[in-house]
């Protein structure tokens, strides 16, 4: 596949140019694992952290923002799609800035919030690029308070490994979540160890890891890790 310079170039645009789509197909219930899964698994683990405040990263059209608001949690989302913003923006429950995630680690990245002003950042399959992941997760520990958490769900790497697993660029899809999208972001595979050496790089530990299942079945819908700092 193409450098990841211009993957990272191709996953901006796709969502940039799919935000119509995506919030039909979020907010219609079109994606059945999410219905079926991984909503709630993402919901229980942030919620079993007891936050006050949540920096919801890639926040989308918003639906976890509102769904965490609604228990009375206080939620800033950002996302690098204008078009995605303004649709969490129009639903409401938090407040939402179009951040690229290149400049969440710099000074003032994070419009009207202090360093260490959120008890949890979540990553809800918000994660697809090579260097645009890694510049969240080092660019996170500044956002968290002391003791703040990193939650990330994302695709399980034992149920997409396709015969190679080893780290590396895959081409996306849109199947099955209905009509109107256009060209799909591209993502780029990570083992478990990979995920690991990632999380290491910037002094996180895994304090929890979960795999959630479709029901009736024993495969894994995603994985999700409930990551803490190194004391």
Not at 22 to 29: H, I, K, P, Q, S
Not at 112 to 123: N, Q
Not at 182 to 209: H, K, M, N, Q
Request: proline letters at 6%.
């Amino acid at each position: 596949m193409e450098q990841t310079t211009d993957n990272e170039a191709r996953i901006r645009a796709a969502w940039q140019a799919n935000g119509e789509p995506w919030t039909e197909a979020v907010r219609g219930g079109c994606i059945a694992s999410r219905r079926q899964a991984t909503d709630a698994a993402i919901l229980s683990a942030v919620q079993a952290l007891a936050p006050r405040s949540v920096l919801d990263i890639g926040c989308g059209e918003g639906w976890l923002a509102r769904a965490l608001a609604a228990k009375g949690i206080d939620v800033t989302g950002i996302d690098g799609s204008a078009e995605l913003v303004a649709a969490a923006r129009a639903a409401g429950g938090g407040t939402f800035h179009r951040v690229d995630y290149e400049h969440l680690g710099a000074p003032g990245g994070l419009p009207l919030a202090e360093p260490g002003s959120f008890d949890v950042a979540v990553c809800n399959f918000s994660l697809l690029g090579k260097a645009s992941t890694a510049s969240v997760i080092e660019a996170v520990p500044r956002w968290l308070a002391p003791k703040g958490y990193l939650v990330i769900q994302t695709l399980h790497p034992l149920a997409c490994a396709d015969g190679a697993y080893r780290d590396g660029w895959r081409e996306g899809s849109w199947a099955g979540l209905g009509e109107g999208f256009g060209e799909p972001a591209p993502w780029y595979f990570r083992t478990f160890e990979g995920w690991s050496g990632l999380f290491g790089s910037a002094d996180f530990v895994i304090e929890d890891l979960l795999e959630p299942r479709l029901p009736g079945t024993d495969t894994p819908a995603s994985v999700l890790f409930v990551l803490s700092r190194k004391v």
